[in-house]
Every structure is written in structure tokens, then in C-alpha cells.
């Protein structure tokens, strides 16, 4: 992994596009290379000035505003009435999109983050966000055009308002009456009705029961809820100084205009000693040293139909990014026609024809309901349980924290659903026992 130097990023950099300074060549690479990659179709990717960013997506190609737009017709019949005659699934979106709907703004990142810490996570993501259910992709660059990315969004940020990480001198020491102060604040302020600090146990009845209650309560859809984005703290000392802490803590917008986070009602030291608590205090992952194994999948004991197949798991999810094009205005996804820095395969699971068609690698056609290689399970099967081993390294839930393992998806041959929570162990079981069985077609076929 190769990683440039905090200053020196700034220097390539330039001056902030919002200035009138025009981007240097190594932004404007980076600028490129974002395009290439489709960061768009998730991202808004704004400058504070809103003229050097990157321009969304067209909504057919958007993820988000595709799901936002669909989201956004629940209730209302007449509306429905009139998708439905362009769009005969627009029933089966309402029911199944609850992703893809809130993701973070990367036009103004770097004034709170590190670069350093950004260049890092582009080699190896990890779910910062415990309460969000997507995750980042693995990515298909070369450590020169991360390099870019990374000076692209020093330029786009502007004032790098949180500084270099791990800059600070020698905090508190553990249990000392300034960490244990910086605690009961963090508390007190509420603070942890949104955010997690590893798998500490802060009291005053922030449990997993209330983290799931509280997920649970926000509408599919809801955009507005900050504390979906919410971070588990414990990155933190990784992706800010103090003192950009301490100015985040204290007035998020000055720091970051685009952040959801609000601002808190604080006393005057009050952000210092949370800060202190966040930097400082020692990181608790209960014992655990290792992520939890991926859970063992059964072989039901009946036929599994494909009906139930693609009406739980394919149809479901798989055809976000397997679909087929003319259900899409030609476009069937990173994984048919292709985009987000892959190349496309030609795989349309929206169709049982599709399916049993296969894909095409490296200009050779291969089916998925056979294995890829030897000792595999067969493809379809395998990049679903890929993605369970995935999740169970790089997946960070409230109070299942683990030492972050610094791998990340290998883009090569990344497990399915990319970007969103594997398949629990039923879903998978019906795929498991179904390719068992033959793979057999839909019911009104035989």
C-alpha cells in the first residue's frame, strides 16, 4: 500500500476549486478517475461552491435518486398507477428497495478527515457506520489513481479543517478523572443515541436493544436521520486531530456545511473533554480478538422452488445490479452491461433465461450454477457466501466490534450483494438447496 504524505497531498492538491483556482493535474486526474468509476451513481461528490464537483448520475443510472424517486410514490395510488405503465415491477421496487437511499456526501470530506486515513480506507474499506446497512465496494483502482481520488477530494474539501491525525500530545491517561469526565459527558449530552465508541457500555440504557429499536423506528426512505450516518467514535482518533475534533464537536457546520450531524447544546470545555474522552480512553472490544465465524448454512429438507428463489434473493436484490437492460433503458447494471469500475458480464438474473445463460468472462461463457473453480461451491452459491466471509472480518455492528483486520473485499472477486449486508442463513439455505436440487425453472414453466 503506498500512501502520501499528509503535506505533500496538500501540496498537489492546489488551492480549493471554490477560490476560482483552477484543479492541478493530479486532482484533475483524480476528478477522472472518480467519473470512470461511477462514484456518482451513489455519491454526491460537491464542492462548497457546488461547480467542481462531479455531476450525478442520470437517474436511470443513480442508485440513490432511483430509490428516493421510487420511495418516493409510496402512498400515493395515482402515482403508482402511472409508473406501473412504464415499469410493470414498480410494485416489487416499493416492496423491496430499503437501501440506497442516504449515503455521504464526498465533496467536502477531507475538512474533517484525514487524507491519510482516506488513501487507507480506498485500499481496504471497513464499515465505519454501524447503523447503516450499505458498505463500501471494493474498488478496481491502482494505488496511483487512489492517489489521485484522494487529491481530487483534498481539492474539492478546501480548508482542511481537522488536521492530521495523530498529531496530538500525550492525552489523559486511562481512568483518569479528565477521561472519566469526557464519559459522563458524552453521555449526558446524549451523544450516544447515535453513535457507538467500539463495544464500550455507556449506561443509561444505550443497549443493542436500544440501537435496534431505534433503527427500526426510521422509515425506509428517511433521509432527514442523522443518525444513520453516525460513525462509531472509535475510528476517530485514526481520522481527526484534537483540535479538529474539538472544533467538530462544538459547531459541526463550521467545520463541515454538508455534515447531518447537528450541533450539540454544549458548555464551554465540554468539547474538549469529550474529545479527550474519544482520543484517549482506551478501546474496548470485549475480549474479542477476532471476527465471529460465518454462521453454517443448512440443506432444507423439501424442494425449493425457484419462485421462492427469485422472489426472496433474486428478484429481491441480485437484480439491482443483474438486471435485465430492458427493464432499465438499456442499462442492466455494474454486473450485466456493467459500470462502478467493472466491466459488465452479461449475468440477467431478472429472467430464468438470463440465468441459466450464465455470464461472459474474458470473452468465455460461464455458468453460475456451476463452480468457478475447483473445491468451490457452485458460483451463484459461492459469491453469496463469499460476502458472508466478507462481513464477518470488515462488518462493524453495535457491540460486535472487532480490531479493524486492514484487508477489505478483494476486488478481483468480491461476494454478493456488493456493498450490502450478506444474506442471512435462510435466504441462503434456499439458494443452497435449490442449485442442489438442479436449479429447476419457474412453476409455470414445467
Known amino acids: 500500500m503506498r500512501c502520501l504524505p499528509f503535506s505533500l497531498l496538500l501540496f498537489i492538491a492546489g488551492p480549493a476549486p471554490a477560490t476560482g483556482a483552477p484543479l492541478s493535474e ?8 472518480m467519473a470512470a468509476a461511477q462514484c456518482n451513481r451513489c455519491h454526491a461528490v460537491t464542492d462548497l461552491s457546488g461547480a467542481a464537483g462531479l455531476a450525478p448520475a ?5 442508485c440513490v435518486d432511483c430509490h428516493r424517486w421510487i420511495l418516493g410514490t409510496k402512498g400515493d395510488d395515482k402515482a403508482i398507477a402511472r409508473q406501473r405503465l412504464e415499469f410493470p415491477d414498480w410494485d416489487r421496487y416499493l416492496e423491496n428497495i430499503e437501501h440506497f437511499v442516504r449515503l455521504p456526501d464526498l465533496g467536502t470530506l477531507t475538512r474533517r478527515v484525514d487524507p491519510r486515513f482516506v488513501r487507507r480506507f480506498l485500499d481496504a474499506p471497513v464499515d465505519l457506520r454501524p447503523h447503516l446497512d450499505e458498505s463500501m465496494i471494493p474498488l478496481r483502482l491502482s494505488a496511483a489513481d487512489k492517489d489521485a481520488v484522494v487529491a481530487y477530494l483534498v481539492a474539492l474539501g478546501g480548508e482542511a479543517v481537522a488536521g492530521p491525525a495523530g498529531d ?76 479538529g475534533l474539538v472544533r467538530f464537536i462544538e459547531d459541526p457546520a463550521a ?131 463469499r460476502r458472508q466471509r466478507e462481513a464477518s472480518r470488515d462488518r462493524r455492528l453495535p457491540f460486535a466490534d472487532a480490531p479493524a483486520a486492514g484487508v477489505g473485499p478483494d476486488p478481483a472477486h468480491p461476494g454478493m450483494p456488493m456493498g450490502l449486508p450478506p444474506l442471512d442463513p435462510a435466504r441462503l439455505a434456499l439458494v443452497k438447496t435449490w442449485v442442489a436440487q438442479g436449479a429447476p425453472g419457474p412453476l409455470s414453466e414445467r
Open 26 to 33: 493530479l486532482a484533475a486526474r483524480g476528478k477522472a478517475v
Open 58 to 62: 442520470d437517474r436511470a443510472m443513480h
Open 168 to 243: 496530538a500530545t500525550a492525552g489523559p491517561a486511562p481512568g483518569s478523572v479528565a477521561i472519566e469526565a469526557g464519559r459522563a459527558l458524552f453521555v449526558r449530552r446524549g451523544c450516544p443515541t447515535c453513535h457507538l465508541v467500539g463495544n464500550a457500555r455507556l449506561g443509561g440504557g444505550f443497549d443493542l436493544a436500544f440501537y435496534r429499536a431505534m433503527r427500526a423506528a426510521i422509515p425506509v426512505g428517511d433521509v432527514a436521520a442523522p443518525v444513520i450516518s453516525a460513525p462509531n467514535l472509535r475510528f476517530v482518533r485514526a481520522r481527526m486531530a484534537r483540535a
Open 255 to 385: 467545520v463541515d456545511p454538508r455534515t447531518v450531524m447537528p450541533k450539540p447544546s454544549l458548555e464551554p470545555g465540554d468539547a474538549e473533554r469529550i474529545a479527550d474522552f474519544l482520543l484517549f480512553a482506551p478501546i474496548d472490544f470485549a475480549g474479542r480478538t477476532a471476527p465471529d465465524p460465518a454462521p453454517e448454512v443448512p440443506m432444507l429438507q423439501r424442494e425449493v422452488t425457484y419462485d421462492e428463489v427469485f422472489d426472496e434473493v433474486l428478484g429481491r436484490i441480485c437484480v439491482h445490479c443483474h438486471m435485465n437492460p430492458t427493464s432499465n433503458n438499456g442499462d442492466g447494471g455494474a454486473g450485466n452491461t456493467g459500470g462502478l469500475g467493472f466491466a459488465g458480464l452479461g449475468l440477467d438474473l431478472e429472467t430464468y433465461a438470463g440465468l441459466k445463460r450464465g455470464m461472459v468472462r474474458d470473452g468465455k461463457p460461464q455458468s453460475v450454477l456451476a463452480p468457478a473453480r475447483p473445491g468451490e461451491a457452485p458460483l451463484l452459491l459461492e459469491v453469496l457466501l
